[in-house]
């Protein structure tokens, strides 16, 4: 086991500064809307730069290009989930294999609750339940990551170490929808 290297006041104090940037970018985002409306405009926020994506469709009848973009994500399952960074490259791997995934766009609690509730980490190829930080220290304490809520700000945020988080990260095994999916011809 890694002794922590940080206080608890160390954590708790920068957890409250990941809340304050989060809570200012959203009174921003609120500002500029206001803003624009008052000036007779339309506000248009920032495209997203972090994606949730699920995979629906199992192995058969899939051509080799998606079945090769879904590997490239690690949706190797049916209701296998997976956090992706968006830019021109895998936007356009997500309109492949589109057909077969669906993905989203989180919000922060989406994406704190995926986390803490079904995240898992991959240590020497094993998958790892996440109980404490320091399951999290000793994977990507190299990068500065040191605890739960520096990941998800990871996550979140899209930062520059995004890559080493997500793939310290699990894919996630999401459960069946309730109800079925419905198919559309």
């Not at 506000?43 to 699920?54: C, D, G, H, M, T």
């Not at 079904?118 to 404490?132: H, S």
Request: glycine share 8%; proline share 4%; charged share 25%.
């Amino acid at each position: 086991a890694v002794v922590s290297t940080q206080s608890t006041g160390e954590l708790v104090k920068r957890t409250a500064q990941y809340y304050k940037q989060y809570e200012a970018a959203e009174r921003e985002e609120v500002r500029l809307d206001r803003e624009a409306k008052a000036n007779g405009n339309y506000y248009v926020p920032a495209e997203a730069k972090l994606a949730f994506v699920i995979r629906l469709r199992g192995v058969n009848n899939i051509p080799p290009k998606p079945r090769k973009i879904m590997k490239l994500m690690r949706l190797r399952q049916i209701n296998n989930g997976v956090f992706v960074k968006l830019n021109k490259s895998s936007r356009e791997m997500l309109r492949i294999a589109e057909p077969f995934i669906t993905f989203g766009y989180p919000n922060l609690k989406t994406v704190r609750e995926l986390i803490y509730k079904r995240g898992f980490g991959k240590i020497n190829g094993q998958r790892v339940a996440i109980n404490d930080n320091s399951v999290i220290e000793e994977a990507l304490g190299k990068y500065g990551i040191t605890s739960m809520e520096d990941l998800i700000h990871e996550i979140f945020t899209v930062g520059p170490h995004f890559k080493q988080a997500n793939n310290f990260l699990w894919h996630f095994k999401l459960s069946c929808v309730k109800g079925g999916l419905r198919k559309i011809n």
